[in-house]
């Protein structure tokens, strides 16, 4: 059989000659990063896969989907799994290009090599911005927000990049949508194809081995078995330390999604620790200075490191201006990491008190309410008590409006037109019905302010009782509204 598969593919062969490649200088924990990078990223992928299983990429059900993923204790394990992958692939592809910085490894004929790797290290950073959004729970929005309006800021091409990867004037639906695609689909195929380049360049320049002055002094050995072992016993420390990481410390699930709130301060995730750490450095003035042009020259140096090294040989004396360098980076990097983390954590003890998550995964409509709107709570309680509907319709609208009108029904300027004290709303019942079955598109004027948001048809998604309950909600608790009741019989007969 194996003799009939090599006859037809050859894929005997070429194992074989994977597998007795020459590695100079022996097998060593050395090279044990990039494989190690390699079997995180498939982690991901698999992971990955399974969670797209359970996840509904909408405004309206993105926190619901998670908050489901959260409260099944398998699928929890996987996007677990899923999360501390990537902050051990974001490290591990780190470490191998700090190493190879190091050993001067990127240095003719292997200057592809670096570019490809360096590239990866961008990719990889960019699948971790974007599905830093897909929770869809408070602190994903406004951690994104943030990336997305530093995204507008850039010179020329900035406001039509944001619009773009927003999907819009605001965040919304839209925007999970280009997260969820960059994520789910192109990311990972750019990573796939440069994991492919890097690995052909690679074979093709052989490994660059130890440093040293001589390379006839170096003896030599195989990938296989020695190496090959040394790089499944780490890939196997790294996948016990993401499992341990994932069962007692898995990720947090906050309140759903307000943007309303002004007050919350979010949390990016540590690799943008330092990021956060400049931009709060420098004066507003200096903004674009810290958020696009030092991050777009750092990179333009990283990538030309092979050429602005004009050392001859890879010894550590002759490259002291590059590790010096690099030392310097590293250290501005884990000092300016330390800063944003203190920063962040006394804005949060400043502000006010958070829910737990096991608060928000009991009763996450209530949660979110609460969590974002702790002034209007008080009202919405007062009048639920004493009508349900009203109650009911306060749940509904949590769940499915509040993403986008806010949870005390502000809107979103621009956006999202406010529920509150709207004459439409509180008008002809029947118009306000049709909104809701019918959905809303292109541009309208509240109280003398254009909006531009696009709003679902909802007749197929939510009973006609659902949407009874909250056009009655939003007509008689939100803001200063006071109209009369919908029921379900006006929106059947509106339906038919």
């Avoid at 390699?38 to 896969?49: N, P, R, S, Y």
């Avoid at 194809?193 to 081995?209: C, D, K, Y």
Wanted: proline share 6%; glycine share 8%.
């Amino acid at each position: 059989m194996i003799n009939w598969i090599e006859s037809r593919t050859g894929f005997v062969s070429m194992a074989k000659e994977f597998l007795t490649e020459d590695v100079p200088g022996g097998a060593s924990y050395w090279y044990v990063f990039g494989s190690a990078t390699l079997f995180a990223m498939i982690v991901q992928i698999v992971t990955g896969i399974f969670l797209t299983f359970f996840y509904a990429p909408s405004a309206a059900t993105a926190w619901e989907s998670t908050r489901a993923i959260y409260l099944n204790p398998w699928t929890h394990f996987i996007l677990s799994v899923h999360y501390w992958g990537a902050s051990a692939m974001i490290a591990l592809v780190f470490l191998h290009l700090l190493q190879v910085l190091i050993w001067g490894a990127y240095k003719s004929p292997r200057e592809l090599q670096w570019i490809v790797g360096v590239l990866l290290l961008l990719v990889t950073l960019v699948l971790g911005l974007t599905g830093y959004l897909l929770p869809w729970d408070m602190n994903a929005y406004f951690a994104s927000q943030v990336s997305l309006n530093i995204t507008g800021t850039a010179p020329i091409a900035g406001p039509l990049l944001q619009s773009i990867a927003q999907g819009g004037g605001a965040m919304g639906t839209a925007t999970i949508n280009r997260f969820f695609g960059l994520h789910v689909w192109l990311m990972p195929a750019a990573l796939l194809a440069l994991v492919g380049a890097h690995l052909a360049i690679f074979r093709h320049n052989g490994s660059a081995g130890p440093v040293v002055d001589d390379r006839r002094t170096l003896k030599q050995g195989r990938f296989w078995p020695d190496q090959m072992f040394m790089d499944a016993a780490f890939s196997f420390i790294v996948f016990i330390v993401i499992v341990f990481l994932a069962i007692f410390v898995p990720p947090f699930l906050d309140a759903k999604a307000d943007p309303t709130v002004a007050t919350f301060v979010p949390y990016p995730a540590w690799y943008f620790l330092s990021l956060f750490g400049l931009l709060n450095l420098v004066p507003p003035q200096f903004d674009l200075l810290a958020t696009i042009v030092v991050p777009t020259l750092f990179l333009i140096v990283v990538l030309l490191v092979p050429w602005l090294d004009r050392s001859t040989t890879r010894n550590f004396a002759s490259r002291k201006g590059i590790l010096w360098g690099a030392t310097l980076v590293v250290a501005a990097v884990v000092g300016l990491s330390i800063y944003s983390q203190l920063s962040i954590m006394g804005k949060q003890a400043a502000g006010p008190p958070s829910l737990s998550e096991a608060q928000i995964l009991a009763a996450p409509a209530e949660a979110a309410t609460t969590a974002a709107a702790p002034a209007a709570a008080s009202g919405g309680a007062a009048a639920g008590a004493a009508n349900p509907q009203l109650a009911a319709g306060a749940k509904i609208f949590s769940t499915n409006c509040s993403s986008c009108h806010g949870a005390t029904g502000m809107g979103v300027p621009g956006a999202f037109p406010p529920l509150a004290n709207n004459p439409t709303v509180t008008g002809d019942p029947n118009n306000v019905i049709a909104i809701v079955t019918g959905g809303l598109h292109g541009a309208i004027n509240v109280n003398g302010q254009t909006y531009n948001g696009q709003m679902p048809a909802w007749k197929g998604t939510l009973s006609d009782a659902d949407i009874a309950d909250v056009i009655t909600y939003i007509r008689g608790a939100l803001g200063n509204n006071k109209a009369s009741a919908v029921t379900t019989a006006q929106v059947t007969a509106h339906k038919s």
